[in-house]
């Protein structure tokens, strides 16, 4: 596996490469990101994947410098899931002046995960563009586990017209349905065996949602927030929205995903659900 | 020439045809316009021309309506000109849908002809980069005539990792020094007849500075608008600016530029002279 750190090298490697399938990562990996790893093969000749904890996309306060960088051992892990090339820019190689330009999402971003964070997508949004332009991919593949992130990432193409496949991949669970994520490391061991109660609670709406009908949305929206809150949880929201937009539902028979956000002491977890 | 108006044919027809150099414009082509295309020769295997009249950068009240949309005479000229490929995509092609994520410029898009024409530059950054993934030329040229568009388009490019070359070209005048421009054709002759004064107006101010200094600046600027407005001109701004990022000079040696934007009736013209 080659690895660069500045872009002119990395463009310079990625000449003559053919078709690359691309897999932006803040690293520290694990096992969903050596999923989209794999599946990145299917869609390109080469697969390239990035590490970059992207300070633009941290509100003050969250967790940037503590963000867990491990590049040594992720590097062993790209090798053995047959990754071809790692860009690996440092803050220097990626912002050389202070990011001054910004792609600006439409109110998709103020929702959800954006109330809870502002800027958090306008960060996200300008640096996968970023990155998009150095590694110029004819596919990009983005876990479903952050899905605003990816249908920001996916409006995003699709209104610039850029000319990337964007693919995403189902979310990787433990064997006890806790979604993998780079934060699970933060759990403490009490925290980590009461993780999962998140994802069941998103498999206890989805069925009551099934049963009850969209009517029934708000109500089991508050229920569930209340049965994590009741077990140390610190909810932000529990929601159930439209696939596309993220809007509320308004119809019956529309697609729908239901998102979480909450708090366990001072980590907090998301998760999502297609219905 | 090929002419192609949705964005897949265009990508189809640019496969397999090398280095691309490109040339957006609004249409309504002039000498200064052409100047761009044979210009382009240099910068690649094949040159792509684009003409679209973009909504998104012209202000409530301006004169998006009433713009000249000249396709036919133009594709005369760009055959002429030795273009390869013309892009000419309906609103339909390029904003299938409502434009709702934006390039956002840094504080440079609101002076100058930003504090004229608020919300300019967001409009002209954001369809440039679309252009850009629909084109995805290796270089790109565009006129010094505006001057801040050249500056907002090579900032954003550093910015954003765009892997294109951006090229500025000098502007291209009449014999009598009005800087060749589509909204020249708005003219009345007797406004024709006064109009080269903008350009002598920026000349006697540049050879002043030369002669007094920088800290002449606001009164060589005032000197400037008055003898304009004195002539039945109502002067927007008459500025003397570093050459990046358009700042007001702060010591002596910097590369200057003087930019001019004044009314002449109810056309608007802008132009500059590099000190």
């Known amino acids: 596996m080659e690895i660069h750190h500045s872009i002119p090298a990395l463009r310079q490697a990625l000449q003559e490469r053919g078709r690359i399938a691309f897999v932006p990562t803040m690293g520290n990996l694990h096992e969903g990101h050596l999923t989209l790893m794999r599946a990145a ?22 967790d940037f410098d503590k963000y867990p960088r491990t590049l040594a ?15 690996a820019p440092t803050e220097q ?3 050389p002046e202070p990011q001054t330009f910004f792609v600006e999402p439409p109110d998709l971003q103020h929702l959800l995960e954006g109330a809870f964070r502002p800027g958090h997508f306008r960060g996200v949004a300008t640096v996968v563009l970023k990155l998009f332009n150095c590694v110029q ?6 876990g479903k586990k952050d899905y605003q992130q990816l249908m920001v990432i996916r409006a995003m193409a699709a209104q610039l017209a850029l000319p990337i496949r964007i693919v ?3 979310t990787v669970r433990a ?9 699970n490391g933060y759990l403490a061991p009490p925290e980590r065996a009461e993780a999962p109660r998140l994802y069941r609670t998103l498999q206890t709406l989805r069925q009551r949602l099934l049963q009850e009908g969209i009517e029934a949305v708000p109500r089991l929206e508050k229920e569930a927030a209340a049965s994590l809150d009741e ?45």
């Open 41 to 62: 093969r299917e869609h390109g000749d080469t697969v390239v994947a990035s590490i970059f904890v992207n300070r633009l996309q941290f509100g003050p306060g969250e």
């Open 73 to 87: 051992a992720d590097c062993d892990q790209l090798r053995a899931a047959g990754v071809d090339v790692l860009f």
């Open 93 to 95: 190689d990626l912002y």
């Open 137 to 142: 991919p004819q596919a990009a593949l983005f």
């Open 168 to 170: 995403g991949i189902d």
């Open 175 to 183: 064997a006890d349905g806790l979604a993998l994520s780079s934060r």
């Open 231 to 275: 077990h140390g949880w610190q909810t932000d929201y529990v929601a159930v929205r439209q696939q596309a937009g993220l809007l509320p539902p308004t119809a019956a028979g529309q697609p729908l995903v239901i998102l979480a956000a909450a708090r366990l002491g001072s980590t907090r977890l998301i998760d999502n659900l297609e219905v």
